[in-house]
């Protein structure tokens, strides 16, 4: 059975620069954020709450940034369609190599060797990443090598039966990927192993009101605590720090397999 929340804004932060976010990542208090757009993509670092980054690398301009993760002392970020990762000294934001990838890039996010590892008790740096988890905006989510990024398999994402399609940012948390769903203001939790989404948000309560239609909801970042996450959008003024309440479906499924409203 599908469990569904909607989510309660605790606090609203600014978005140092106002990214075209393609990936949000935070660990503590400390901010990574991949900026996409060809000839202006970064990543940036800042601390939470801060209205400047303290930290940001230019990528070259014939490189659109995409999602992120963390895989010991580095930062991996995606691109869009140059078939290319790159991998960031996470403290000097230093380019230490490049990794071939084999789809487009869309959402990245790192597993634990033990998906019950209690992270809290470690630093970031010294989690051991079993493998990397990646969207490239269709229905399927791909298990890769976390230092190669040699796909392992292939997880199909359905819902209620039918596939879910758009899956974009993604964030790992409780045993589950998190995903934002581009276009929508629904995140869904899929189990890695069998693409069963087990988990509908209703997240409407964090949005930012824009005329244009790609400054949509895309950046999610799990928080320390369970059922807490830092939600932002494409050149929004904000970063949303979310709670996770139990709710009844309200037509939260039907929004998801809908799909974008574009």
């Not at 605790?10 to 075209?20: E, K, Y």
């Not at 963390?70 to 290319?84: C, D, N, P």
């Not at 890039?105 to 010294?126: E, H, Q």
Request: overall charge positive; aromatic content about 6%.
């Amino acid at each position: 059975m599908v469990r569904f929340y909607r989510v309660q804004v605790v606090r609203t932060l600014p978005h140092p620069g106002r990214a075209f976010t393609q990936g949000l990542l935070v660990e503590g208090e400390t901010v990574w954020e991949s900026s996409g757009q060809y000839g202006t993509s970064v990543l940036r670092r800042y601390q939470l709450g801060a209205s400047r980054p303290a930290a940001e690398a230019g990528l070259a301009p014939d490189l659109f940034a995409e999602g992120i993760c963390r895989v010991g002392g580095a930062i991996v970020q995606l691109t869009w369609r140059e078939r290319v990762a790159l991998r960031w000294d996470a403290g000097t934001l230093a380019v230490a190599e490049t990794v071939g990838f084999n789809r487009e890039g869309w959402g990245i996010c790192a597993v634990p060797v033990d998906n019950f590892v209690d992270s809290r008790r470690l630093r970031p740096v010294d989690i051991p990443v079993g493998e990397v988890i990646t969207s490239d905006g269709t229905s399927e989510l791909v298990r890769r090598d976390p230092v190669t990024l040699a796909p392992r398999a292939v997880v199909h994402v359905r819902c209620a039966g039918s596939r879910v399609r758009w899956l974009n940012d993604l964030a790992w948390a409780g045993g589950l990927v998190w995903a934002n769903v581009l276009g929508t203001s629904c995140l869904a939790g899929i189990d890695p192993g069998t693409g069963a989404v087990t988990d509908v948000v209703d997240a409407r309560a964090a949005r930012e009101r824009h005329a244009h239609p790609q400054m949509m909801m895309n950046g999610i970042a799990a928080l320390g605590r369970p059922g807490e996450f830092l939600l932002t959008g494409k050149g929004w003024r904000s970063v949303r720090h979310v709670r996770l309440v139990a709710d009844r479906d309200r037509g939260q499924v039907r929004r998801l397999l809908a799909g974008p409203a574009f």
